[in-house]
């Protein structure tokens, strides 16, 4: 089992302001964006985001520092946000696009139809990412075309007030919930929307992110996939690793709550 890191990298650290401090710096992220516009990519990450006026800039600047010799092409889609989302799209001139019918499945399935790339890799508008994200989660598509779905982990980036090591534990405890506990369970239930990577021509072929009630609509593509097209594959390096926000836990009553929740599962 491989653990995430106790320290957040230098690399997701130098992503660690608040929102008007992005917004001094549009003009390097603009400059930064550039080389991700391109007319014929390899590549293109999708990022749906809704009213994500505190967070779209973090995520863009992050992805902007990407390593990689392939042609991207990042593509935000705006799911009819109420907020400055919009405007701060156009500032940094990022392509994009507005789907109106509210839901991230909608937004996912405008993206996947208006990709360029032959690979397409999901992204979320709260996260921060790994300059190697790119190469090492869409690696194991290029090298084996056995390998219908690719995904990744995630880890928690504490605010700057906050420290790593809880999050460390709550994420650990989780790891050795899903080896011992839960190691019969379906494999795409781990396929996050944050990180995942798959080829358009297949997303397009298996309908895309529709899914039944109840289905969370990225494990249930990932199902899809691999089900006519080969196999998943996880992503255990932490250089893939992506940083996310912890707005989700503290819906669900804060980390102590999900942390406790852990422990008596494991317990069990």
Known sequence: MSFRPLKVPVYIEDQQHNADWFLKHVEDIREN?????????????????????????????????????????????????????????????VNHLIEYKQGVRHARNAGLEAAKGKIIMNADADSVYSPYWVDLLSGPLLKDVDVACAYGRFAFLPDLSSKRFPYFLYETIGDIFKKVVQRNKEEAMYAYGCSTAYRKSQGLEVGGYEHPPGANEDGYLALKLRDKFGKLRGITDNHALVWTSDRRLMEQGGLFKAFSSRLRSLSK
């Open 33 to 93: 964006l550039k080389r991700f516009n391109s007319d014929a990519p390899d590549i293109t990450v999708i990022i749906p985001a809704y009213n994500e006026e505190q967070s779209i800039l973090r995520t863009l600047s992050s992805l902007a520092k990407t390593i990689t010799d392939m042609k991207v092409e990042i593509l935000v889609v705006n799911n009819n946000s109420t907020d400055k989302t919009q405007e701060l799209l156009e500032m940094v001139g």
